[in-house]
């Protein structure tokens, strides 16, 4: 299982930035390029007041900051030259964070979906649709929502694909700012696959594909949850991916790029579940020759090492 994809984190509220430029950024995508990904995915196009492009829309409506680059013109065009699918990731006002009602993150993504594809729906990578939305259990307004802006996303662009990136409730999901690495109310199996049927059966349709987030259970319990997801998501209709995580949930310190045995256990159970396609959050911190992480750096090359035996 190999990874095919990564999250470009340009607004972050939880990671280093490392304010690259054009240059920096067309050498990441030729380091993508070498280890063998083909899909980009913008995990969100602006958070709160921060924007990657400046959204007329949301700079009026929300006096958000216009950015000094326009970070989704200039993905798109790399993705153009280096042919790349590019993945275009909605908004997120922050509101849901602050009370949990993703019903919210509807009405600003109406407008921004349009303004989207009037501006960059021309280039020849762009491909499809992320919603950024993050879940991990049934939460309100969340299955209107994905099925709202997954529908809109689909029709204004001519039926292109949409996807999400759930993490699973386990033992690891804690808040970054927590300063505590595991919890004691971890999700059950029973539980996840009882909750996740009855969201997939209210997207159905709007989304194609679920790339649950990898890193929130154990290593161990990696192959039964992950055939649960695989199970669904065929009953359903979807592409079954991997959000194979490069950073490391198991140290105090967040966060910092994840040891090669805990990547390879993590894409080898993928693997064994007949999952369809394995992304990452996230290349360019974690993964990249360039990442202001040294440890980062070597990743990279324990990487190209295990993908070159294939």
Known sequence: MLITGTFIDEISHDIPHQNWGAAEWEKDFQHMKAAGIDTV???????????????????????????????????????????????????????????????????????????????????PSFKGWYLSMEISRKTKGATEAFRTLGLQCKQVSGGLPTFISPWIDGKKAVMAASSSITKEDAVSLEEHEKEWNEIFDGIKGAVDAVAFQDGHIDYSELEDFFRINKKLADKYGMQCWTNAETFDRDMPIKFLPIKFEKLKLKLDAARRAGYDKAITFEFSHFMSPQSAYIQAHHLYNRYLEYKSTF
């Open 41 to 123: 995915i913008l995990i969100r196009s602006g958070y709160r007041r921060f924007l990657t492009y400046p959204s007329s829309y949301l700079i009026r409506k929300h006096g958000c900051f216009a950015p000094p680059v326009d970070l989704v013109e200039l993905y798109l065009s790399l993705a153009d030259k280096y042919n790349m699918q590019f993945y275009f990731g909605l908004y997120d006002s922050g509101i849901y964070w602050d009370t949990g009602d993703l019903t919210h993150e509807i009405d600003d993504n109406r407008f921004v979906i349009e303004e989207v594809w009037k501006k960059y729906g021309h280039h």
